[in-house]
């Protein structure tokens, strides 16, 4: 009977930490895979050729919570949306960040996608 009561505490036991294990992963986010489905495009503003609109597209299934913008030129700007606009002072390339936040419950990710933006 004691034999019994142990072998069938042990099989709950692996059964809760299989349980628990699985719950664990279901909270962290594979930023490497993330990355694939992050990226951002611009277009120049056709009144103001150094006005750039930025927008970021992610295709993943967890909440984009964030991005934050960095136009190269010292600027940053930090979005709810997927969105932003910048003006730049002169023309020339500019080596543009997009640091999008993603959340999966408790666990976040940050996937850092860049761009080479030219201002005539």
Same mark, same amino acid.
């Given at each position: 009977?004691?034999?019994?009561?142990?072998? @069938?505490?042990?099989?709950?036991?692996?059964?809760?930490?299989?349980?628990?294990?699985?719950?664990?992963?279901?909270?962290?986010?594979?930023?490497? #895979?993330?990355?694939?489905?992050?990226?951002?495009? &611009?277009?120049?503003?056709?009144? =103001?050729?150094?006005?750039?609109?930025?927008?970021?597209?992610?295709? #993943?299934? &967890? @909440?984009?919570?964030?991005?934050?913008?960095?136009?190269?030129? #010292?600027? @940053?700007?930090?979005?709810?949306?997927?969105?932003?606009? &910048?003006?730049?002072? #002169?023309?020339?390339?500019?080596?543009?960040?997009?640091?999008?936040?993603?959340?999966? =419950?408790?666990?976040?990710?940050?996937?850092?996608?860049?761009?080479?933006?030219?201002? =005539?």
């Amino acid at each position: 009977m004691k034999i019994q009561i142990k072998l @069938t505490a042990l099989v709950l036991m692996m059964i809760m930490g299989f349980v628990s294990c699985k719950k664990q992963a279901a909270g962290i986010i594979d930023c490497l #895979g993330e990355s694939i489905l992050t990226s951002f495009s &611009h277009t120049t503003d056709a009144n =103001n050729p150094k006005k750039v609109n930025f927008v970021v597209k992610y295709s #993943g299934s &967890h @909440t984009l919570s964030s991005v934050k913008f960095e136009f190269g030129d #010292g600027q @940053t700007e930090t979005v709810a949306g997927t969105t932003a606009s &910048h003006t730049y002072a #002169g023309a020339g390339t500019y080596s543009v960040k997009a640091r999008v936040t993603l959340k999966n =419950n408790k666990a976040t990710c940050e996937v850092d996608p860049v761009k080479q933006v030219v201002v =005539n």
